[in-house]
């Protein structure tokens, strides 16, 4: 069968044994439930039953002249018809035309571009639009036979193409017989396969239930865009909002502010209610942190101008601290942090802010020398690397999430910088050890993986009422830092793929796990700054929210929206 007679025959299959239609209506009806209710609905190529007597204005898009005209002939003109290239799939359909898509079986297809044909629907899906697409597995009775024609995904796999832009919201998985059996069964008179058909069912049932994907045939998700570019608008404000509107913005000192701390003032309908107050105390990794994360998103293609007045104004205060003796009592990691800002800011603004920046910053100064020492740290850095795969330093606190995204966001990006990309298998080494170890089942990462016996021990005195232990903490910045170190890990030249983790890691801020956005929880634009093990918010020492923690959130945004994914 040619390619076009098969995308024709797709579109109104001829009937068949009841153990067969009974897959094709699990699939149909199994998407429609996770569709629901809209009001324009992008159909691309399902079999023509899928929408076919769903009420919605429907525009269907087939992959093929014939298909699409015999398309038009079964489901009548009250839908609107299209064809799209499917080894390149530009959809003609304007942007955000949709409320809902669906692809039931097309992914199958190893023609179809289907990472172009992802990207276009999100293109024409609107902002809180839904697309629904079903795949087969190698549990597919067809994959364990050896069908050449088909593509067949894991779950991994699966999630993978719609990562990071999109977030996973509800699933259905599909039982079908092993091979044998279901053609065994297929042979069989009709009234004797009914049987068969009510067991499938039970069984896609209770593999959905029971979350066993590995175990599926069929995989009917549900995905919806991030809305990435909405909540970095809303950070955006925040992070520059006049503190008694609970921003960071401090109109008398110009500057950003350090916190804002909290205190759980009751409960509404939706949640703890907070009451939020300034932090003006100077830590100087704070600002300096949300100063370079501003710059980011100021220099990246999706910067504008609206808060350069208040970020010119926040660069000048920190000018006026590097040029008298407050720079001799900035740690490390506020100078890193101000080299980044007031690099970019040159870039962005005037070479004023260079001035600044090369009393500390070489990496803009051509001496070779320098690129010899980046080599040299390079090399360094790449011995510190413990065969379980973390980086080893000095410090009780090496081996802490923060530190070693850290770590890996400076070698990927002195490889980058030198081009030296043999050492990103260092890097590589680090993030695996983190989603292997570190990322619980719902996507957060915990702050240390410790030994049983330590646990056990601080277990115990959390029972007592002592303060729970660091590794009881989820923070919304370890998400982040992640995030960034997979961003320069890829502009960097690396080629492991980590975007699955990437939105696992981005979902948990925002609740997809179930358990509530930490946005909208808060009610001032960004995240709450932490959750523990057991949801609690109330820690006496840890309630605040810290303007560095909006730093690398902005860079996070910067780099889904703008950057190597």
């Not at 050449?148 to 996973?168: K, Q």
Request: contains cysteine; proline residues 6%.
């Amino acid at each position: 069968m040619t390619r076009d007679a098969r995308l024709k025959r797709w579109v109104n299959q001829p009937p068949a044994s009841p153990i067969v239609e009974a897959l094709r209506a699990a699939e149909r009806r199994r998407a429609l439930d996770l569709l629901g209710t809209n009001d324009r609905v992008l159909d691309l190529a399902s079999e023509a039953g899928v929408t076919g007597g769903i009420d919605a204005s429907v525009t269907r898009v087939d992959f093929s002249p014939a298909a699409s005209e015999y398309a038009e002939q079964v489901l009548g003109d009250a839908n609107a018809f299209h064809v799209a290239d499917p080894e390149s799939p530009a959809l003609p359909l304007d942007a955000s035309a949709f409320d809902a898509a669906v692809s039931i079986g097309p992914y199958d297809w190893k023609f179809l571009a289907v990472e172009a044909l992802t990207a276009e629907v999100d293109r024409v899906l609107a902002s809180d639009g839904r697309f629904v697409f079903s795949v087969p597995t190698p549990q597919s009775p067809y994959a364990v036979a050896g069908w050449p024609r088909n593509r067949y995904y894991t779950p991994d796999e699966a999630l993978s193409h719609v990562s990071p832009e999109w977030r996973l919201v509800d699933h259905e998985l599909v039982f079908q017989y092993p091979y044998y059996a279901h053609m065994a069964v297929s042979t069989l008179p009709d009234r004797y396969q009914e049987p068969f058909v009510d067991l499938g069912e039970r069984a896609s049932d209770l593999l959905t239930a029971r979350d066993r994907w590995n175990d599926a045939s069929y995989l009917v998700l549900a995905v919806e865009p991030h809305r990435y570019q909405a909540r970095l608008d809303g950070a955006l404000d925040c992070l520059f909002r006049p503190i008694d509107a609970n921003g960071f913005w401090d109109e008398s000192d110009e500057k950003l502010l350090r916190a804002l701390d909290y205190e759980i003032t009751g409960r509404g309908a939706e949640g703890p209610l907070f009451s939020w107050t300034p932090d003006d105390r100077e830590l100087w990794r704070y600002a300096p942190f949300a100063l370079m994360g501003t710059m980011q998103w100021r220099a990246s293609a999706l910067g504008h101008d609206e808060y350069d007045a208040k970020i010119e104004r926040a660069l000048s205060y920190f000018a006026r601290k590097v040029d008298g003796d407050t720079l001799h009592e900035m740690p490390s990691y506020g100078v890193g942090p101000l080299t980044c800002a007031f690099a970019l800011a040159a870039d962005v603004f005037d070479d004023k802010h260079e001035d600044v920046a090369r009393s500390y910053l070489h990496e803009r100064d051509p001496d070779p020398e320098i690129g010899d020492a980046l080599s040299e740290g390079l090399w360094t850095m790449n011995e510190r690397l413990t065969p379980e795969g973390l980086f080893a330093f000095d410090n009780h606190t090496t081996r802490r999430h923060q530190n070693q995204m850290y770590a890996c966001w400076g070698f990927a990006r002195a490889a980058e910088v030198t081009g030296q990309a043999g050492y990103l298998d260092g890097v590589e080494r680090v993030l695996d050890y983190a989603i292997e170890n570190r990322m619980r089942d719902d996507g957060a990462f915990v702050w240390e993986d410790v030994s049983l016996p330590r646990r056990v021990r601080r277990d115990t005195t959390k029972r007592l009422g002592f303060r729970p232990p660091h590794w009881d903490f989820l923070y919304e910045c370890h998400q982040t830092f992640f995030v960034n170190a997979v961003a320069h890990y890829y502009r960097a030249g690396g080629e492991c793929g980590y975007d699955r983790a990437v939105r696992r890691a981005m979902s948990w801020i925002y609740g997809d796990s179930g358990r509530g956005d930490l946005v909208e929880l808060s009610g001032i634009g960004v995240p709450m700054r932490f959750l523990t093990v057991d949801d609690r918010l109330g820690v006496d020492d840890q309630m605040y929210k810290g303007s560095y923690e909006i730093g690398s959130y902005l860079m996070a945004l910067s780099n889904l929206l703008d950057g190597p994914f």
